[in-house]
């Protein structure tokens, strides 16, 4: 299964009658028998890995090798994997009423909440599915923008990712926010027809729409797990609006009120991030004059003249220091670790496991910075969990919940410590503890920033998928969610005529979102867990479980569980809790909290 992508599953179509149930011979009232559904989901899982190991090879070289051909050959295989499994989830109904023993009731489930996306049953509507969202992949994998017109020199998005990163030319970074943004409106009516054929597959599967089938996979009712939600982000709230307050009053010092106005959302081109996804990159705008950690990834990296693959090894000896056993042969020679030159890839990182046992690979254009060096962490963190689970039967081989799978790298990257740092000679000095505000600032940047994306992508995609925000009004919706979650806004009026939520790879390529808001609740869970296990005393930002064989083996012992087992049994294993919980997150902060409040006092803060 791929990580960074829904897990979107399609087989070749099979030659079972669509609803073939078999009775017992001689009874006259013959219901279906718990031993019926076993035999009935070994033989599902053993069609369904064949289908899926298809279908994931399709989707690789697509992936990196984008050409009409490649994405037909993809969509084809897609298109064979749902038609099977709606085909099974169809047949799997009949268990519905059935009492069944936890592990099978957790299968049947799985078969239908497994999909990223559900189809319709007539094979000309799965064809047209499958075609649509393989299209919208290679679409945005193909974007650049040619700032001088058509035929021009062009850039590709992690080159204007760069310029994001590191320019302050206002007029340079709107250029590229708006030409980016050039890449979706084809895919608007693309998108409006996938909405359509998904919402009538979720249907047949029993769900009110593709929204509600995503959120039936938390082991709890849908509507609870929108409350969950709500829960989380309350508790965050008040630490992001004062990160928002600081940010701003900092951006319009450099901006000037006029670019960056009080009491309004903050310009998103102003960010470091062509999403504002994230804003570590303003760090040098936003920090403490007196508290700077003194030392940069990125120019240590540069410094030390560690290449590319390098960072890759800086992230397997993580692992390897936690007990993990080295990534395969087969990872260096078939990961894609660089943008090639002379062919089109999708660039936005992820990772892979092609046979659903050993392929591991990532796929990723790495350039030598930062953020480069921590995304490697979390695509590993994907790897290490799908080999940990291979031993589970195929419909438990993924994460507790999707939460779980994209909080695992993360966890591992809390731990690039200063110290961790010095420790594998990449820095010569621990900065001392006065310099740790500096250091939480640029942590808060990235990890409490994301928050509000993270939760607004899908609640923007939920009520698409719902009917309440409309196709004639998909661009409103989207900045009207920016503006309430995040209190950021569009640099220049934006239209119908755009389709900026098509900008962002999770649009087109149908991955859920919501993943990524649990993901950062939680890597601070796992974090303080851990660092607990090693035995480490001291503030949870100076922890690095880096050699730890006790932390390792802690976060394998969940890792193997897979999705065999509902979510908070998982999370107990780690953490002794069974419930999210943001106060590891809040307690991680904390002292900035108290800073920000400071700075805060004569500010007048939210929009
Ligand atoms: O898509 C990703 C990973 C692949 S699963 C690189 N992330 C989200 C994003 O880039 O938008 C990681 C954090 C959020
Ligand atoms: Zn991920």
Redo the contacts with the bound molecule.
């Keep these: 299964m791929r990580?960074?992508r829904a897990g979107k599953w399609a087989s070749r179509l099979l030659a079972l009658p669509a609803l073939f149930v078999p009775m017992a011979v001689g009874c006259a009232v013959s219901g279906p028998t718990p031993d019926e559904a076993r035999v009935f989901l070994a033989g599902a899982e053993e069609r369904l890995l064949t289908l899926w190991v298809d279908a994931e090879r399709a989707a690789w070289i697509q992936s990196t090798y984008i050409t009409d051909d490649t994405t037909a050959l993809s969509a084809d295989a897609q298109t064979a994997l749902i038609g099977a499994t709606m085909e099974l989830a169809a047949e799997a109904a009949r268990f519905d009423a059935l009492d069944l023993p936890q592990d099978l009731r957790r299968k049947l489930l799985r078969l239908k909440t497994s999909l990223g996306v559900a189809a319709p049953s007539d094979p000309v509507l799965q064809a047209e599915l499958s075609q649509i969202t393989t299209g919208l992949e290679s679409t945005y994998g193909r974007g650049t923008y040619c700032p001088g017109g058509p035929g021009e020199a062009c850039l590709s998005l992690p080159e204007m990712e760069r310029t994001f990163a590191e320019s302050r030319d206002t007029d340079a970074l709107l250029d590229l926010w708006t030409g980016w943004r050039a890449v979706a409106p084809p895919m608007r009516d693309q998108y409006t027809r996938f909405v359509e054929l998904a919402n009538a597959g979720a249907r047949d599967l029993g769900f009110a729409d593709l929204g509600e089938l995503w959120r039936s996979g938390y082991d709890m009712p849908p509507d609870e797990f929108t409350l969950e939600l709500e829960r989380l982000w309350d508790q965050v709230r008040p630490l992001y609006t004062s990160l928002h307050c600081h940010v701003r009053a900092k951006l319009a010092e450099e901006y000037g009120s006029a670019v960056v106005p009080p009491d309004e959302p903050i310009p998103a081109h102003l960010l470091g991030n062509m999403w504002s996804?994230t804003w570590a990159n303003v760090y040098d705008l936003v920090g403490p004059a007196r508290s700077d950690p003194g030392y940069d990834l990125t120019d240590l990296l540069n410094a030390r003249r560690v290449d590319e693959l390098e960072m890759v090894r800086y992230g397997e000896r993580f692992f390897s220091s936690l007990g993990f056993d080295p990534l395969p042969p087969t990872f260096w020679e078939r990961s894609l670790f660089l943008q090639p030159v002379d062919r089109d890839v999708v660039c936005?990182?992820?990772a892979w496991d092609l046979d659903y046992e050993s392929d591991v690979r990532i796929k990723m254009c790495i350039g030598v910075n930062d953020e480069d060096f921590v995304?490697i962490h979390?695509?590993l963190g994907h790897n290490y969990y799908q080999r940990a689970y291979q031993a589970q039967s195929p419909l438990f081989r993924t994460s507790a919940n999707d939460g779980f799978h994209?909080g695992i790298g993360d966890t591992i990257a809390l731990s690039i410590t200063p110290e961790y740092l010095a420790e594998v000679g990449l820095l010569a000095r621990v900065p001392p503890a006065d310099r740790d505000l500096g250091l939480l600032l640029r942590s808060a940047l990235d990890k409490v920033a994301f928050l509000p994306f993270g939760l607004m992508v899908d609640q923007w995609r939920w009520k698409v998928f719902a009917g309440e925000i409309t196709p004639e009004a998909y661009n409103q919706g989207w900045w009207d969610l920016r503006t309430e979650y995040q209190g950021v806004g569009a640099p220049v009026p934006r239209s119908e005529a755009d389709f900026d939520p098509g900008a962002k790879?999770?649009i087109p390529a149908n991955t859920s979102y919501t993943r990524?808001f649990l993901a950062h609740i939680l890597q601070f869970q796992f974090h303080r867990a851990l660092c607990d296990a090693a035995g480490f005393e001291g503030p949870l930002h100076r922890c690095s479980i880096f050699g730890s064989d006790e932390a390792g083996t802690r976060l394998n012992t969940m890792l193997e569980m897979g999705a065999s087992q509902p979510w908070p049994d998982a999370l107990e294993v780690m953490t002794g809790q069974r419930e999210m919980d943001a106060t590891a997150i809040l307690d991680y902060f904390a002292p900035l909290q108290t800073w920000l409040d400071e700075q805060n006092t004569p500010r007048s803060c939210g929009w």
Aim: net charge negative; glycine share 8%; aromatic share 16%.
């Design positions: 990580l960074g996804q936005h990182a992820s995304t979390h695509e994209e790879y999770h990524y």
